[in-house]
């Protein structure tokens, strides 16, 4: 048994609208008055001229004109596209890959707010099976996994992906992490969530999820294991420090927890634009590009900090950490400078400048040669699942 569609085509248009106008268009807007405020005010200064010239009151008015006609048409397109796709007119985004890559993408960059002002568009945490939500119960549950065991291995995507990314390689690997441990016994679920959604609160509904499945699951669960990769992992951590007010929770069946480049102590590519956007913002005329780098959710906020040692591993569970970087050694100058283009080896490690782990008894992994999305489906990560969790 599985859910509704979801949303439309149209749904994803009238964001557009809303986004050019916003974005695109006051940045453009906001840009050129800028620069007009300094070319007429430096002559205004020269000449000692009170009044605006004419030909800086007649750009003005051509330039406040046109802003305002395209600012409108796109607010009016918008509009009409949110009563047409309203009635449930127009394809559905689940019902191709293409949308279901829109839809995780535009969630990861501002999931937060489409919670807010376009729930219809923001992702719920959810099971997925066949390109569809699985319902949490007893009969959702048995139709989706008919052959379902007692251990269950859990796969959560990263910022701004979806289930999907875990077959990335496969036509070089031949296989997947799921397909791999599916037949040593394992029964693979597949997550898919908001990623643009606080990692607490994230974490919270996890668990919620994770209660509902292990409650409702066709045979008891005897043996949970958790693999993330990137956010995914920080979500798992959030999860695991979450208390279900039940006499058996979840979290007490994780045996394993698996994270593949996670930035437990932050991604420095997330906390560049932070930097970058205030810098933009010291001047008019470049202002309205700095506040461009600072829309952006909850969930990429988060990624600038990871999370710090208040969110304690959970204490029945073994750890493995894996890094990658672009070179061979994760010593290399420049593999241990960008390490996997995103996550450096010391925060997927969650080791400090001082030596300091949040994982002390953790196992660790490096994968060199790769980037951040080559750890989705590796064969060095295959051999090691196998060991660990075969």
Not at 37 to 60: F, M, N, W
């Amino acid at each position: 048994m599985t859910t509704a569609p979801g949303p439309t085509v149209l749904d994803a248009a009238s964001l557009l609208c809303e986004v050019a106008d916003e974005l695109v268009v006051r940045t453009v807007r906001d840009t050129h008055t800028a620069w007009v405020d300094r070319v007429y005010g430096v002559g205004r200064l020269a000449t000692r001229a009170q009044s605006p010239s004419i030909g800086e009151r007649a750009h003005r008015g051509i330039a406040s004109a046109v802003y305002a006609g395209v600012g409108g048409g796109l607010r009016l397109a918008s509009t009409g596209l949110d009563r047409v796709a309203a009635t449930g007119r127009g394809p559905h985004l689940e019902s191709t890959a293409e949308g279901r890559f829109v839809s995780s993408a535009v969630n990861g960059l501002i999931g937060d707010r489409l919670l807010r002002e376009r729930p219809q568009m923001a992702i719920p945490m959810a099971v997925r099976h066949a390109g569809a939500d699985v319902d949490p119960t007893p009969e959702g549950l048995g139709a989706a996994f008919p052959e379902a065991s007692g251990r269950l291995v859990v796969f959560l995507h990263g910022l701004c992906e979806n289930e999907s990314y875990w077959q990335r390689h496969r036509d070089r690997t031949g296989t997947t992490y799921a397909e791999e441990l599916a037949g040593r016994g394992w029964t693979p679920l597949m997550l898919r969530a908001n990623t643009g959604l606080p990692l607490r609160e994230n974490g919270a509904a996890l668990t919620g999820l994770m209660q509902q499945v292990v409650e409702a699951w066709p045979v008891p669960v005897e043996r949970i294991a958790l693999v993330g990769h990137s956010m995914g992992g920080l979500v798992i951590r959030a999860a695991g420090a979450v208390t279900a007010d039940v006499e058996e929770p979840w979290s007490s069946k994780v045996s394993d927890v698996v994270t593949l480049g996670t930035p437990h102590l932050g991604a420095p590519i997330a906390g560049g634009s932070g930097p970058g956007s205030r810098g933009l913002g010291g001047l008019p005329e470049t202002a309205a590009f700095g506040r461009l780098l600072d829309w952006r959710s909850a969930g990429v906020h988060d990624l600038v900090a990871g999370l710090a040692e208040d969110v304690a591993p959970l204490p029945h569970a073994r750890y493995r950490l894996v890094a990658a970087t672009l070179t061979d050694s994760q010593r290399h100058p420049v593999g241990h400078l960008v390490g996997d283009l995103l996550v450096r080896p010391r925060s997927a490690y969650g080791r400090d400048r001082r030596g300091r782990s949040l994982f002390p008894d953790a196992d660790v992994l490096h994968v060199g040669r790769t980037d951040h999305f080559g750890l989705l489906n590796h064969p060095q990560v295959h051999t090691a699942l196998l060991e660990w969790l075969g």
